[in-house]
């Protein structure tokens, strides 16, 4: 599998506003937990009155003809270059088989009389296990339909893509955040993400908990950590904001970002490059569960594409906000 999930966005987050509109039964377990950002989990000795309860969704046995279905909305409208179909926990009650439908209807929630297009060809499950299938379209969607065959539970599906974004529509003069995952913004690499995933630190509002931001394991050797983050579009940044919610005895005792405009090259190799990046933002000291803005401390450097945000020695960031303008 060439396809790297962990540099694309799930567009069917929960956080991001994904939702399941439709399912054709969902009797066992309910379809919103379909598109839960957290990790499916197993209880114990848990039942509720319809039977055991399941992270996940899943529909009752079916005994007659025909198959269940799930339509989801994205929270991101975009290009899909990947899905996962995930079957955790579900060992004797999984699908045999699952195929994905996708169509773009930003108007309206379409329905099933709409003229949906097969991304997913029907591809065998098994129980308890990750499914990733590259998708090799680049269309903008907006819904995708999950088809089962012929019932049973999957723990969560995820979509990953690019954002969509007009940006003929966004005034040269318009300040928005370069670095914000609703404009494209991905986390590329990081030096270690021990306790949290580093693509939190572009997610909308502030940090739920701990576990909703970037955090290191705790550094017993000399340097320092990092994370490289792509903007949605090349632009000036000339506001910094670097929040530390949540993180009260294991925020960083200090940060500073290096930029570039980065051309040509892949994803994967930009980390070697990001030792010879300009400084965008000299060292800054940082402070417990606190939002630091920085203005006059960053520096003009002219158009960027990539950032290098620089932790020392550790510790955990809630969100990265990188405001500026777009450049040609």
């Known amino acids: 599998m060439s396809l790297k999930i962990e540099n694309y966005i799930n567009l069917a987050d929960d956080k991001l506003g994904a939702e399941a509109l439709y399912a054709t039964d969902d009797f066992f377990a309910d ?6 950002r957290l990790d499916p989990v197993w209880k114990d000795d848990v039942y509720d ?4 309860w399941m992270d996940g969704w899943e529909s009752r046995r079916k005994r007659g003809e025909g198959y269940d279905y799930c339509i989801v909305k994205l929270g991101l409208a975009g290009t899909i270059a990947g899905v996962d179909i995930d ?8 699908p045999p088989s699952a195929s994905i439908d996708a169509i773009y209807s930003p108007e309206v929630d379409p329905t099933n009389s709409e003229e949906w297009e097969e991304i997913l060809p029907s591809q065998s499950l098994s129980g308890d296990q990750h499914h990733i299938s590259e998708i090799d379209s680049d269309k903008v969607y907006t819904h995708v339909r999950l088809n089962i065959y012929p019932d049973g539970g999957v723990a969560r599906l995820r979509v990953y893509g690019t954002p969509s974004v007009d940006w003929d529509s966004i005034d040269e003069l318009q300040q928005i955040d370069l670095a914000a995952v609703e404009h494209g913004g991905r986390a590329l690499a990081c030096s270690d993400e021990h306790y949290g995933n580093k693509s939190n630190i572009l997610g909308p509002g502030r940090g739920e908990n701990m576990g909703d931001g970037w955090e290191t394991a705790r550094r017993r050797t000399p340097g320092n950590d990092w994370v490289i983050v792509a903007l949605g579009h090349a632009g000036n940044v000339d506001r910094v904001v670097v929040d530390t919610a949540h993180f009260k005895g294991n925020y960083p005792d200090s940060c500073s970002i290096q930029a570039a405009y980065v051309k040509g090259g892949t ?7 990001s030792l010879f990046w300009k400084e965008l933002l000299p060292s800054q000291k940082l402070n417990a569960h606190s939002i630091h803005e920085f203005v006059s401390e960053v520096n003009e450097i002219g158009p960027i594409t990539h950032v290098r945000l620089n932790i020392f020695p550790d510790g955990g960031v809630s969100r ?3 405001f500026g303008t777009k450049a040609d």
């Open 31 to 36: 379809k919103s937990r379909l598109l839960s």
């Open 49 to 52: 009155d319809n039977g055991k």
């Open 87 to 94: 079957t955790s926990f579900f060992t004797g009650n999984y």
């Open 267 to 273: 994803d994967d190799q930009v980390a070697t490059q």
């Open 320 to 322: 990265l906000r990188l």
